[in-house]
């Protein structure tokens, strides 16, 4: 063989990295901002100044230094509400007040992963990124991008955040430390969004790599706080709660934060010098040559897609559902004499149980994470048709009903298996903790069945964004995130009762323990059904993208 034949099939070396590589990263984030230019804020003013609401309602209820001595030390003795939020390290208002805001170290990794694996693996299989790549930009200018501006806008929460809570006149060593916090949270998982965006050619498996990530760190934190705390140092979430903000903070914490943002980032731009555009680690594997009987209708096809999706929801919920039932026998003792709190909880949970009223509540915020789960199932339709898998799916005899609705009947049941999952969960644990599981079962399990219309209208709006303004079809992400905001901080911020009135997971019957009521759950039902009809109807009629 000669010397011309051995060098042509020598592995190529890439190319040396220069400034070149980089051309055109800012106009690629002028595009990102702009396409992000309503999420994006409003992500960052909802994470940077909602624990500084936390902070502000908890001195309105605690108004003493012994209420706030027994709220902390009942909370230490509860592992189930530890593994939820998080240790309290003292009974000071600031930590005290930014307790259950340590749930945003999660939320701010979410919103990140989604943001960067839209600008990144998704940009590629829709094929814009080759097209933009054809041009006079560089080969990582869009990557830089996008991690400037997940990047950006994490610091940008940290510092907005810190000076939130300074305005609450808490100390600054706290109140910068939990905005450096929340800022390395952002970093650490822009970071792993960056590598989960090369392993794949597809956006779906690159988010479910880098929500499983999260969901590790999620685990490992909340098994170690609830136990020996060893876990906790092993998973970047617990790494930034153990920067205790107002409790004798810990700088030398957030280095380990940042030295695993910087090398996650390194590796994301070392896998994309090695890989063709479009390409993944993670080689795509030839399906069987024959398909099964279950993939010859659109329902099994339908299964097919989503079955990963629901079992993982389904757990998920079913953990926290686990966590509720556990949590809510020790809320008695963590409110103590509080009539201010006793009044509040039984106001937002509808009983005169504290136990019950904290489980309607509970149920009613993860009624919020079960429908971003059907937002999640309905932008099947929008990926399907965008990633032109719905054209010849319809060429022959499959209608486009017929199509919409299969999807649509994993987005609505869904939610409901995972919730009854959940109710399952709480009411077993629950009603072991109080001796009656044949008494708590059922009652449990109805709040989390109630839950279900709020949670189908979200379906309901992204059908009809879909059919309607397709283009605009993950503007559904923003009408959820507007519903949370009404909810959690509306009646803190005093919104006008009109706008509290426009979100749906306030309108449910508060069970257990209160007053069922059918208006509120017919109405909801109503109006999923007309978005659902509207909407597929306004599909059936249009050109496909």
């Known amino acids: 063989m000669s010397t011309a034949t051995v060098s042509r099939y020598r592995p190529v070396e890439p190319a040396p990295v220069s400034s070149s590589d980089f051309t055109g990263t800012l106009h690629f984030l002028r595009l990102f901002l702009r396409r992000d230019r309503i999420a994006l804020p409003l992500w960052i003013l909802i994470f ?32 189930a509400q530890i593994a939820m939020y998080g240790p309290i390290f003292n009974s000071s208002l600031g930590s005290v007040g930014v307790w259950k805001a ?8 979410l919103v990140v992963i989604l943001t960067v694996i839209r600008h990144t693996r998704a940009e590629e299989e829709t094929g814009r990124a080759e097209l933009l790549d054809s041009t006079s930009v560089g080969r990582y200018s869009g990557l ?5 501006l997940a990047g950006g806008a994490s610091v940008v929460t940290g510092i907005l955040c810190a000076a939130a809570l300074l305005a609450r006149d808490l100390p600054a060593g706290g109140s910068v430390a939990f905005g450096t916090s929340l800022a390395c949270s952002g970093l650490v998982f822009t970071a792993v969004a960056a590598v989960a965006a090369q392993v794949s050619t597809g956006a779906r498996v690159a988010r479910g790599v880098a929500l499983t990530v999260l969901g590790v760190a999620f685990a490992l934190r909340a ?17 930034d709660l153990q920067i205790r903000p107002y409790a004798d903070e810990r700088w030398w914490v957030v280095v380990p934060s940042l030295v695993t943002a910087v090398v996650l980032t390194w590796a994301a731009y070392a896998l994309l010098r090695r890989r063709d555009v479009g390409a993944g680690l993670i080689a795509e594997r030839p399906g069987p040559t024959d398909a099964s009987p279950a993939l010859a209708g659109t329902l099994g096809l339908a299964w097919r897609m989503h079955r990963g999706t629901l079992a993982a929801w389904t757990a998920g919920l079913g953990l926290y559902g686990l966590l509720i039932g556990s949590a809510a026998k020790g809320i008695g003792g963590q409110v103590g004499d509080s009539q201010t709190i006793r009044d509040i909880i039984t106001r937002m949970g509808g009983s005169q149980s504290l ?19 059907a937002i999640s199932a309905s932008l099947r339709l929008y990926s399907e048709e965008n990633a032109q898998r719905l054209e010849p799916v319809t060429a022959g005899s499959v209608g486009r009903v017929r199509w919409a609705s299969s999807h649509i009947l994993f987005a609505l049941l869904g939610p409901a298996v995972a919730m009854i999952v959940a109710g399952v969960a709480a009411g077993l644990t629950y009603g072991s903790s109080i001796g009656d599981v044949g008494g708590a079962l059922p009652d ?28 605009f079809t993950p503007v559904a992400w923003g009408v959820l995130v507007a519903f949370l905001l009404i909810f959690m901080v509306g009646s803190i911020a005093q919104f006008p009762q009109t706008v509290l009135n426009l ?33 597929v109807a306004a599909f059936r009629r249009r050109d496909l993208r």
Do not use: C, N
Not at 367 to 372: E, I, M, Q, S, Y
Not at 444 to 471: D, E, H, K, N, S
């Open 355 to 373: 136990e019950e009223s904290f489980i309607g509540y509970a149920f009613t915020m993860l009624a919020v994470a079960a429908a971003a789960y």
């Open 503 to 535: 979100e749906p997971f306030s309108h449910a019957p508060k069970l257990p323990g209160g007053q069922f009521e059918a208006t509120p759950i017919v109405w909801l039902l109503l109006i999923t059904v007309v978005l659902i009809v509207v909407g």
């Open 48 to 79: 940077a100044f909602a624990p500084a609401l936390y902070v502000a309602s908890i001195a309105d209820i605690y108004t003493s230094d012994a209420q706030l001595a027994e709220f902390a030390a009942t909370t230490a003795a509860s592992p």
């Open 444 to 471: 449990v399990i109805g709040a989390a069945l109630v839950q279900l219309p709020a949670i189908w209208m979200l379906a309901g709006v992204t059908v009809l964004l879909f059919g309607v303004v397709p283009r």
């Open 102 to 109: 340590g749930i945003y170290y999660t939320l701010i990794g």
């Open 144 to 148: 830089t991008a996008a991690l400037l």
């Open 223 to 239: 098994v170690g706080d609830a136990g020996s705390g060893t876990l906790s140092w092993l998973s970047p979430l617990g790494w």
